[in-house]
């Protein structure tokens, strides 16, 4: 097919395109999913959606780890995890103040992230580094929403798992939403070197390839 484009562009062009088909994302069975015997299943759904793990491990997170996991200095995330909670009061008559014990974004997200550092620390998780086609976006959309009672059916989330901010909270714990998926490229790349630094990302062929990622006709 003849094209009306230069060697730069074509080539640039070609580089974007292997990119996109090669893009990495850090995806983790939080404790919760590894003690429901839920890895199998969740990795499944991740193998089906044609995705390929390309490296992955099994263990027991400690408090720095999880610390420079999460973006622990980000205040507008801090604020959102906070934010977050208070949807959880969405269709209920319930004060934000009453239930939550402030209605600053902030001083509510400070509570929820310490929450969740204990909650990650609470047993083995599988990180994993999974790859394909948008494979961002993809492993979010099989994540589901943060919060399990909004997250989507058909999503890991919303199929396995039911909890609310609401009852976390007077638990005092964090809510148990089984599995983490990086949310853009930054936080992708971030995470696959704090998770996989030093080791090696294997490189293989799935046999469905051709027929899901080329013309093969
Ligand atoms: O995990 P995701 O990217 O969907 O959400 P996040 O806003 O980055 O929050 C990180 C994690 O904090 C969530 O997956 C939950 O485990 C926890 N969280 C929570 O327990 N309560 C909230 N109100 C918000 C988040
Ligand atoms: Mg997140």
Known sequence: MAKNTTKDYDAELNKTI????????????????????????????????????VAMKMLTPDEDLIKKHYPTSDEKWIARLGNKSKSGLDGLSLDVKDTFGTDDDTELGQSVLSGLIEYMQSGPVVAMVVEGIQAIEMVRKLAGATLPFKAEMGTIRGDFSVDSPV????????????????????????????????????????????IMYCKHY
């Open 18 to 53: 292997f990119d996109i088909k090669h893009q990495r994302t850090f995806c983790m069975i939080k404790p919760d999913g590894v003690m429901r015997g839920l890895i199998g299943e969740i990795i499944r759904r991740i193998e089906k959606a044609g995705l390929k793990v």
């Open 167 to 210: 009852v976390a909270n007077v638990e005092g714990r964090s809510i148990h939403n089984l599995f983490h998926a990086s949310e853009n490229v930054k936080e992708a790349e971030s995470e696959i070197n704090l998770w996989f630094k030093g080791e090696i990302i294997c490189d293989y062929s799935l046999g469905n390839d051709d």
